[in-house]
């Protein structure tokens, strides 16, 4: 275990801090829109102290307290959509952590991080909404994110502490028969096929023994 928390540990590239504003043509309110901030900021159930979260219905929450974007995935959007690359850039997508080395292949459901002097743990993917396809002016964004399972993750938090960008995340420990953030995507997505195929088989019974996976994700 020790090479592992090695392998999979990295250090805070961008901290990100959203405000609440508008978007969409009904100027919904919103906290997608994030600034980078160099200030230490408190971690605490909810998340970043500062940091807005409009409708916890989807974002924020005891399970959704922090969202980790990892830097390499604005590559696979860049690809994508080639015309939108200069729109792909860390921060852009709402994430409150950026950073490199940490992959959705790699992270795990129920992977337990030090992050900063608060201890954190993987509880889901982010589900992306309208407001991201919104935010980039492209109506293909969510489903591009879902489809290559590059959707990042959130923490809930185990112990408060205080976090400021450069400060180093690493993990300390992995739940058995975890599985890798991108393979609840795998397993969303094949569920998709089948209910479009109208089968009598779903993807509920194999998410909710996903040790660590957040409770509303037993019942997508």
């Known amino acids: 275990m020790d090479s592992e928390k090695k392998q999979h540990s990295a250090s805070i590239e961008g901290l990100y801090i ?3 504003s508008t978007i969409g043509p009904g100027n919904t309110a919103t906290g997608i829109f994030k600034m980078p901030s160099e200030k230490t900021h408190q ?3 909810f998340g970043l102290s500062g940091d807005i979260q409009v409708d916890k219905r989807v974002h924020g929450g005891p399970e959704k307290a922090i969202y980790h974007y990892p830097a390499e995935n604005y590559a696979v959007l860049q690809q994508a959509l080639p015309h939108l690359s200069v729109s792909f850039q860390p921060g852009s997508i709402g994430e409150n952590i950026s950073t490199q080395g940490l992959l959705d292949t790699d992270v795990h459901i129920g992977d337990t991080f030090r992050l900063g002097t608060a201890i954190v ?4 993917p982010r589900r992306p909404c309208w407001k991201v396809n919104h935010k980039y ?3 293909h964004i969510a489903s591009v994110i879902m489809s290559e399972a590059i959707s990042g993750w959130y923490y809930r938090v185990l112990e408060s502490g205080q976090l400021r960008r450069g400060d180093p995340i690493e993990l300390l ?3 058995d028969n975890s599985i890798p953030v991108t393979n609840v995507w795998q397993i969303f997505m094949q569920r ?6 109208h089968s009598t088989t ?3 019974k194999t998410l909710a023994k996903i ?6 994700w037993h019942f997508e």
Do not use: M, Y
Request: aromatic share 0%; no cysteine.
């Open 192 to 197: 998709l096929v089948k209910q479009a195929e």
């Open 202 to 204: 779903s993807g509920h």
């Open 173 to 175: 420990e992995r739940l």
């Open 137 to 139: 002016g492209n109506a």
């Open 211 to 216: 040790p660590g996976l957040s409770d509303e």
């Open 43 to 45: 971690i605490g159930e």
């Open 18 to 20: 959203g405000e609440i």
């Open 121 to 124: 743990q993987v509880s889901q």
